[in-house]
């Protein structure tokens, strides 16, 4: 297992040397879209002038505060990432992201999806908010506050060595949740049996 320093806009070069259990800190530009929002940036097909070809999208409702006109990230925990996998496919289809980040893994039809566009998959400690704040840095935007609210929206950061991050399904199409459901029910089975 490797550990990678990335710095958007990730390539598929960098995607090819990922396997699961290789451990990323991200640089550069990370967006947050939990499911309201990937189905606006759908819908909308993106957001205008708003290029997200091998950016990080991260599942995310993150806490912000305004101060004297500037947004400042409070704290930035993952959100479930399932709710998202009726999603993922069609905007892996729709927009080039190269890493996306989350917690508590994916189904097989974004493992296909990784698959087929160049992308992993990567999960981060859930309950480890102010951890993921400090990583993502500066707010340079955020989109569809108004329509969505404070979680849903699309919050745009400047990450800086963003991570730990875990590659938990990569594009060579491995799954680190299917590998230790597989050991899991081995180990049962045998247990069984004694």
């Known amino acids: 297992m ?3 320093r990335l710095k958007t806009p990730v390539t598929d070069a960098d995607i090819d040397k990922l396997k699961i259990g290789d451990t990323i ?3 550069g530009i990370v967006f947050t879209a939990r ?3 990937h189905m606006e940036l759908i819908k909308d097909r993106g957001i205008e002038g708003f290029d997200m070809t091998g950016l990080g ?3 995310c409702g993150p ?3 305004e101060e004297f006109g500037k947004w400042q990230v409070i704290s930035a925990g993952p959100t479930t990432s399932f709710r998202m996998e009726a999603l993922e496919p069609k905007f892996l289809e729709l927009f080039p992201v190269k890493i996306i980040i989350g917690k508590g893994g994916m189904g097989d039809d974004t493992l296909e999806a990784l698959v087929k566009h160049k992308a992993v998959y990567v999960s981060f400690t859930g309950g480890a908010g102010a951890l993921a ?3 993502l840095g500066k707010v340079i935007g955020v989109h569809y506050l108004e329509e969505l609210g404070m979680p ?3 919050w745009i950061f400047e990450a800086v060595d963003f991570g730990p991050l875990v590659v938990s ?3 060579h199409g491995h799954s680190l949740y299917k590998r230790v459901n597989l050991k899991t029910e081995e180990n049962l089975a045998r247990l069984l049996v004694d």
Request: net charge negative.
């Open 152 to 154: 849903e929206a699309v």
């Open 133 to 135: 704040a400090k990583g």
């Open 169 to 171: 399904m990569d594009h």
């Open 2 to 4: 490797a550990e990678h």
């Open 25 to 27: 800190y991200l640089s």
């Open 63 to 65: 806490v912000m505060r």
């Open 57 to 59: 999208l991260y599942h």
């Open 35 to 37: 499911d309201e929002a």
